[in-house]
């Protein structure tokens, strides 16, 4: 005798945290502004455009809208990505560095 088992549908909706980068292009520093339903953790990297990594910061996100400032010093002219890794989403977005 053939038993079907029942079938399960599992859908993810993507959460689409909202970010924003201003300025862009920027200079010495960019202010990252990323918007959260509930408190969390956040990583944030750097990566320039060999893909090697340049900077990591770890931030603790509150609900609401979170302000969070790099300073851009130590990097050369050029355009990086930059990688928001929070438990529910990861984002990317394009960043530019002038001098």
Do not use: C, W
């Amino acid at each position: 005798e053939i038993k079907y088992s029942n079938i399960l549908i599992i859908r993810k909706t993507p959460t689409h945290i909202p970010v924003t980068i201003m300025p862009n292009p920027a200079n010495n520093h960019v202010s990252v502004t990323v918007y959260t339903e509930v408190n969390t953790q956040a990583t944030i990297t750097l990566l320039d455009k060999l893909g090697s990594t340049v900077l990591v910061q770890k931030h603790n996100l509150t609900k609401g809208y979170n302000n969070v400032n790099l300073s851009l010093d130590k990097f050369s002219e050029g355009v990086y990505a930059l990688l928001i890794d929070t438990p529910f989403e990861k984002i990317v977005k394009q960043l530019i560095i002038v001098r």
